[in-house]
């Protein structure tokens, strides 16, 4: 029984727990018009969503969904803000029974991990081995299985409240990314396989944490099956590594037969190729002595702070949305060799006098 989440559905809805889930929700979005009204009445909406949740009558709300372009078109869907209060309430109570099972090379939404650290590993073995053979899964969002994630989460979940709660947010969920999902038939399918129910909305902190929980067992099989030396895995995003270009092309058959368990497919051209020739991940292109920003980020960036700039200079924005925005991008792009592309990006920048009058 060891792992399994034993704690009462009482845990999820207690008032500490709730507490803490508006903390997180509410980080860095105060200022947001839905994050403050719920706040004006914190207590009274905390002890709403808390009844909803005891007397098993919460319902998600719907998504707002709209697409953004960085640079890739994704549709991104936003639950309302007490959902999300209630996503972090659950996860708070599931995350540590799946973080014990989830592997070192595993670098997405997990606490000590991250894009850089994914960036770090994947160079340091760039470094120990000549071939790497990169991979990512298609529309791996709108492909998740919605049966196969909760039979998933069901190994873990021993209490069927907190069970059926991750079935209701999955749920509200199902159609969201419809459009943007093209069917593929696996072996054994029939006509019903379309009506599958699948998709996990971009945006959601469940979305992302399931993401995880969805791929744990792949990764597992990655590292004891096919005994991959060198692995790394961001999201949807994976590298294997070796010194035998055959071992790899021999792996990739064999993890092309494991996702389709998972009714993932991977883009048909990845193929090994040499470190040396420099290996993408994560919007960087990453060689076993260097990185470089990959040129759509850079041209993504200069056309974001165009707008950021003409906003500013039109007063709809203060100067200090434009500063946070460009020590942003500053710090991704500096875990790069960018020192050039930096100052070519922001050596010519003049705020203009009407911008700082406008702040006075």
């Given amino acids: 029984m060891s792992g399994l989440i034993l704690q009462p559905f009482g845990q999820l809805y207690s008032w500490p727990n709730l507490l803490q889930a508006w903390r997180h929700s509410a980080r860095g979005k105060r200022g947001q018009a839905s994050v403050a009204a719920f706040e004006h009445r914190l207590e009274e909406n905390l002890l709403e969503l808390q009844a909803e949740l005891r007397d098993r009558a919460y319902r998600p709300g719907a998504y707002t969904s709209f697409f953004i372009h960085e640079p890739k078109r994704r549709l991104i869907s936003a639950a309302p803000f007490r959902d999300r209060v209630v996503h972090h309430a659950l996860c708070q109570v599931i995350e540590p029974a799946f973080e014990r099972s989830f592997i070192a090379e595993s670098f997405a939404n997990r606490l000590g991990k991250g894009t850089h650290r994914a960036l770090d590993r994947l160079q340091h073995l760039a470094r120990r081995f000549r071939y790497a053979l990169p991979c990512d ?8 299985d919605h049966a196969i994630l909760l039979a998933t989460l069901a190994r873990k979940i021993s209490d069927s409240d907190v069970l059926n709660l991750c079935r209701l947010i999955l ?13 593929v038939w696996f072996p054994g399918d029939d006509l019903l396989a379309a009506t599958r129910p699948r998709g996990l909305p971009i945006g959601n902190l469940t979305s992302q944490f399931w993401a995880n929980c969805y791929l744990n067992a792949f990764d597992h099989f ?11 895995r961001y999201v949807d995003d994976f590298v294997l590594f070796a010194d035998d270009k055959c071992a790899l092309w021999e792996w990739k058959a064999r993890l092309v037969e494991r996702l389709a368990q998972l009714r993932l497919t991977i883009h048909p051209g990845a193929h090994p190729q040499p470190v040396a020739e420099g290996l993408p991940f994560l919007g960087f292109t990453v060689y076993p002595h260097g990185r470089r920003l990959k040129r759509r980020k850079g041209i993504h960036f200069v056309r974001k702070l165009r707008a950021l700039l ?7 924005i203060p100067v200090s949305a434009v500063t946070a925005s460009v020590r942003s ?3 991704h792009a500096s875990h790069g060799n960018t020192v050039g592309l930096r100052k070519a990006v922001l050596g010519g920048i003049r705020l203009r006098p009407s911008m700082g009058k406008q702040q006075a």
């Fill in 137 to 144: 899964a298609r529309q791996f969002f709108p492909s998740v």
């Fill in 171 to 183: 749920d509200s969920g199902k159609g969201v990314l419809r459009d943007e999902y093209t069917m």
């Fill in 222 to 232: 990655a590292k004891r099956e096919l005994r991959c030396p060198g692995y790394v």
């Fill in 310 to 316: 003409g906003r500013c200079a039109a007063g709809e």
């Fill in 329 to 331: 991008w500053v710090s």
